[in-house]
């Protein structure tokens, strides 16, 4: 019997959170700047500085993820102390760093835990800031990569805690 959700990431330890990568606009020349820690307490913390220099304004974590599971999932749950700013929760159908990804975005509270629980039927596909028509739905037996992403001119210093992601049915 399948459980109701299926624990993605609970960043008890990095070995077993699999392997993470920054990527910043400084792929394209921009000048923000992130880290991603992991924290005693079973958490993370994604932050930095997002900057508007020379074309600049968005940085993101994002990991591979492999799901043996066959269920089919309608959503996505994570549970964030966030900084008041909007972060976008990203799945990618491929493993390639490149191309689209289909993005949802959540409204953080100021040092407070919060969980979003978004339906994938929410997730909407982008490339590059820009929302694409005629593409598929998000189907959770298509994801391969999660990631959070910050942009949308909201420049300076940013951070995050990151609890746990989920997928629920």
Do not use: C
Request: proline fraction near 2%.
């Amino acid at each position: 019997m399948v459980s109701a959700d299926h624990i993605v990431f609970d960043f008890q330890s990095e070995e077993s959170s699999g392997k993470w990568y920054i990527v910043n606009d400084d792929v394209m020349g921009g000048r923000s700047d992130s880290q991603m820690v992991f924290n005693d307490d079973g958490t993370i913390t994604f932050s930095g500085t997002l900057s508007p220099d020379n074309n600049g304004g968005f940085a993101s974590i994002r990991s591979v993820i492999q799901i043996d599971d066959d269920t089919q999932f309608e959503g996505v749950s994570v549970r964030v102390k966030g900084d008041g700013n909007i972060y976008s929760i990203r799945f990618r159908t491929n493993r390639n760093f490149d191309g689209y990804a289909y993005q949802a975005k959540i409204q953080t509270g100021k040092n407070v835990w919060k969980e979003y629980k978004i339906p994938f039927t929410e997730f909407e596909p982008t490339f590059r800031g820009r929302t694409l028509s005629g593409m598929p739905e998000l189907n959770s037996k298509d994801i391969a990569q999660f990631g959070m992403l910050i942009a949308d001119y909201q420049f300076g210093e940013f951070t995050v805690d990151i609890d746990w992601v989920k997928l629920y049915k």
